[in-house]
């Protein structure tokens, strides 16, 4: 796990959503939780929609978690899986989520470390103890280096932690 600290701009995404506990059926890394629901969700929208006007045309996809009120007792909390959009205009079954810019820490995972506890991990290390860190969301990005759920061991993939400002 390498982490640093960077400043992302501004985001503007769209993409899918699912609100609720993601866990309640399937835990963890599992392509039949909602996450992974999402995914499979998100992934049959852009195949069948290759040609997107709105799709700034990267090959990096977003997984954020967006924590809140319910997440504490219930479990809950968003699933938002997108893209990087370059306009708000997007078709009905689309979400959009803006993200304004902002310091991270990022986080970069290799193999097993993906499916580890990895935020507890960098919560604990000793030259992030006196940041403040935003726990209202997370994000997870994948682009050529991830290799997939059954290629994990080949896979990488980033994380960013929010800073207060």
């Not at 993601?22 to 909602?34: A, L, Y």
């Not at 078709?91 to 993200?99: A, D, G, R």
Request: some cysteine.
């Amino acid at each position: 796990m390498k982490t640093e600290l960077v400043h992302l701009n501004s985001l503007l995404l769209g993409g899918v959503n699912f609100y609720g506990d993601p866990f309640s059926k399937k835990g963890g890394w599992d392509t039949e939780n909602e996450i992974g629901k999402t995914w499979i969700r998100f992934t049959d929208y852009i195949t069948k929609n290759p040609e997107r006007s709105y799709s700034c045309k990267k090959y990096l996809f977003y997984e954020i978690l967006i924590y809140g009120k319910e997440t504490p007792d219930k479990g809950y909390l968003e699933v938002f899986v997108g893209e990087q959009i370059n306009t708000a205009e997007v078709p009905l079954v689309l979400s959009t989520k803006f993200f304004p810019e902002s310091d991270y820490i990022k986080v970069t995972l290799s193999g097993q470390e993906i499916t580890s506890d990895w935020w507890q991990t960098v919560s604990a290390m000793s030259e992030y103890s006196n940041i403040e860190k935003d726990t209202s969301f997370i994000i997870q990005t994948y682009d050529e280096r991830f290799k997939g759920m059954d290629c994990l061991d080949d896979s990488v993939m980033d994380a960013y932690i929010p800073i207060k400002a």
